[in-house]
């Protein structure tokens, strides 16, 4: 079998395996399991698992020395807070919204570097993240399941992901691990938090005996009755193991792809996810409303997946030191706008303009 069929093999596993876990998600909670925190657990456990697999086969080792528990602990907390709330997300809002707060994650990295690293976005990549946010704004004002809990849930998740993206960047380069070192690393924690949060909140109920709300021991319990119940109990935590074996192979499809392509072809591939998910949460989960707001939504979502387009390909020009799109269809005058310097580094762009006897 070629590279390019193994490549493209890896990718199409990608985009299925993501789509489908996130849609099986939501199929998770509206069938009644609405216990994240205990499906966080459980997608972490399965990672523990999947990383010693790995290692096993000999894809990477580990770290030595190996990292402070202290690390091992803080990066931990925010991947698991980080899946946690998307989760809680997930489960309040619209698969819509949930992807937008996923699209949001650029500008507020941005944001968080240039106030903690002071490391600033160029001039096109904030023209890219305007656009963004157009779109992100759009949508939002029409997405009619917003709710103020899920706006909030949303947030926590935005702010806590853009921290362990970060996170995993510098701590790679602190310690010297690579990111399967790291990962793995910080599996072990990521479980211990995330049972820990949810034995506290979903396997306890803190109203006393009459506590109406059933927690996650009780759904449990419902499985070994009979009766229609138990056999929609049973179907929805097969639903729950499916998620658990998704979760893993978007890790083996993800850094399968990455290995064997780059970063930017990953990138191209998680826009086109972001489409199919959307259509797919609008397909089987249809939000209330007109069909003039979801409408709306769709044209708000869109709006904001040209931006993060755009965005991808200026930090990948940029690294290159390749013509970027304002390159290419920019007159010179509104690029000297955009950046000052362009001139400067664009000589070609003034060639025409210099005498004869100056040539």
Known sequence: MSDTMISAGYAVGNVLSSVALV???????????????????????????????????????????????????????????????????????????????????????????????????????????????????????????????????????????????????????????????????????????????ASAVEFTCWSGPTCSEPTAIDFFRSALGTGDAAAHTVHVLKLVLGTCFLALAVNFCSFGLIGRTGPITFQVVGHFKTCLVLVGGYIFFPAGGSAQQMYNNIAGVSVAMVGVVIYGHVQHTSKNNEADCFDCVCPGVVLSCIEPNYAKVNPSETESLRAPSER
């Not at 698992?49 to 770290?63: I, N, Q, T, V």
């Open 23 to 197: 849609l099986l998600n939501k199929q998770v909670f509206k069938g009644g399991f609405n216990f994240p925190m205990t499906l966080s657990a459980f997608h972490f456990v399965f990672t523990i698992g999947f990383y010693e697999m790995l290692r096993a086969a000999g894809a990477f080792s580990r770290p030595s020395p190996d990292l402070p528990q202290l690390e091992k602990f803080k990066v931990g907390l925010a991947g698991f807070a980080s899946i946690g709330f998307m989760n809680l997300s997930l489960k309040f809002n619209s698969v819509g919204f949930y992807q937008i707060t996923k699209l949001v994650l650029a500008p507020v990295t941005l944001v968080i570097n240039a106030v903690a690293y002071n490391k600033h976005a160029s001039p096109k990549e904030k023209i890219a993240l305007c656009v963004l946010l157009a779109g992100v704004g759009a949508a939002t004002v029409t997405d009619v399941e917003l709710r103020p809990v899920g706006l909030i849930f949303g947030a926590l998740a935005v702010l806590s992901t853009s921290i362990f993206q970060i996170w995993q960047n510098t701590k790679q380069k602190e310690f010297g691990v690579s990111a399967m070192q790291l990962q793995s690393s910080i599996a072990t924690w990521q479980s211990l938090q995330s049972f820990a949060v």
